[in-house]
């Protein structure tokens, strides 16, 4: 009878629905949207130097992607239930820490944070691959964009406002949120996934899976698109306000042109129809190409501020439309055996464009002004935009006599 009363996407069945990724995609991109604005100017008013920020950025970011790929490693020796738990909870140690408000609690702040997103992250998506049927891979991203929209695009503006009221105020909100994150997780008794069973031998070396990797070509690639979207995000979000500061138009444009583009993640059924009609390689190679010529554009135009704001708007359209499919690819390459190991070589894509963005724009701006941090970014899109032709033709295609999708 009491079941009767709990919501029925949280409700436990022997297959987890896709509804129920979904929520946990919503209430951790709560999380991390309450922050994403925030979190740089409480480390910046610590240190009080850019290049110290950009320095404390570079090494958490190693930090992070050392931990990512050891996630699978640890998943050995403690089950995946509890290593999503600590996830959740690296996550309230992190809001604990910023409140404290010293330099280096903050620090310690960005990185328990960086910690958690990728432990999360690597758990997350092996709990995908264990029950979301490969044909239901898109539909079951399509829904995770839709229940994150809202917080993605109402956050970035929702965290600075609520810092204005009271400082330590969005990191109590994000605690909150993280709560829920947890409760939910509990709720839906995902438990520690399918279990696969191994042939006996000895315990695989926590980065030997590095090489089964390389050695797969689909995998590299869906890897490499990765990589290049975060990148965009990382200029969207990092040097589009910095660019409007230095072009005098204001403070708020970077964080209003974030929202409006996180509200496109509400078209992501229609994108996900867009695939089911023609193909996933179509619909890849296509963002790539208007990420390629709008962030080229934004480049090019910078003597018009305006018109580089509203090529990067309109080449975030291509970004969302890599967050709907970008991943397919490579979740549709992944063989069963290997879940946990490739979804921590995938989360490092986080990191590795969390690394890889700074660098190449402190080169850039060697020579150049902050918008040849964006024709550089339009001509990382053309290697990917040319990756992406190699893909098959009829990857995620419905084959009428299987039923299935090509793979």
């Not at 604990?96 to 328990?112: D, K």
């Not at 580089?308 to 390459?333: W, Y």
């Not at 490739?342 to 402190?362: E, H, N, Q």
């Amino acid at each position: 009878m009491a079941n009767k009363y709990i919501p029925l996407m949280l409700r436990h069945s022997s297959t987890p629905r896709i509804e129920a990724f979904a929520l946990l995609a919503g209430l951790e991109a709560a999380v991390r949207g309450t922050l994403i604005s925030v979190m740089p100017l409480v480390v910046y008013e610590a240190v009080k130097d850019a290049a110290i920020v950009s320095r404390i950025y570079f090494l958490v970011g190693i930090a992070s992607l050392i931990w990512g790929l050891m996630v699978p490693w640890a998943t050995r020796h403690v089950p995946r239930r509890w290593m999503y738990t600590f996830g959740t909870m690296l996550y309230l140690l992190s809001m604990g820490l910023a409140i404290h408000g010293e330099t280096t609690a903050v620090t310690m702040a960005l990185l328990s944070a960086a910690l958690a997103t990728a432990t999360c992250f690597v758990c997350f998506n092996a709990y995908v691959l264990d029950y979301v049927a490969r044909a239901d891979l898109g539909r079951t991203q399509s829904l995770q964009m839709v229940y994150a929209a809202t917080p993605w695009a109402v956050g970035p503006l929702f965290g600075v406002w609520l810092r204005d009221l009271w400082g330590p105020l969005p990191f109590v909100v994000a605690a909150l949120f993280a709560v829920l994150l947890l409760a939910a997780f509990w709720v839906l008794r995902l438990g520690n996934g399918k279990q696969i069973q191994r042939a006996k031998g000895p315990t695989v070396n926590p980065l030997a899976y590095l090489g089964r990797f390389f050695r797969q070509p689909r995998l590299i690639a869906g890897w490499l698109f990765a990589v290049l979207r975060s990148c965009g995000w990382w200029v969207y979000v990092v040097y589009l306000p910095i660019f409007c500061l230095e072009a005098g138009l204001g403070d708020k444009v970077g964080g209003v042109a974030l929202s409006m583009s996180n509200t496109l993640l509400f078209i992501t059924p229609l994108l996900l129809r867009l695939v089911q009609r023609t193909s996933v390689r179509f619909a890849v190679r296509g963002a790539f190409a208007v990420c390629m010529v709008m962030f080229t554009l934004a480049g090019v135009l910078s003597g018009w501020p305006w018109m580089t704001v509203l090529c990067l708007m309109a080449g975030s359209f291509g970004l969302v439309m890599l967050d709907a499919v970008g991943g397919l690819p490579f979740m549709m390459s992944v063989k069963p055996s290997e879940r946990v190991e490739m979804a921590a070589v995938y989360s490092s894509f986080r990191d590795v464009s969390g690394i890889l963005t700074p660098g190449a724009a402190w080169a850039v701006l060697l020579v150049a002004p902050l918008a040849g941090v964006f024709a550089a970014s339009g001509a990382g899109f053309v290697v990917a935009w040319l990756v992406a032709g190699q893909l098959h033709a009829r990857l995620g295609v419905t084959r009428p006599s299987r039923g299935g999708v090509q793979a």
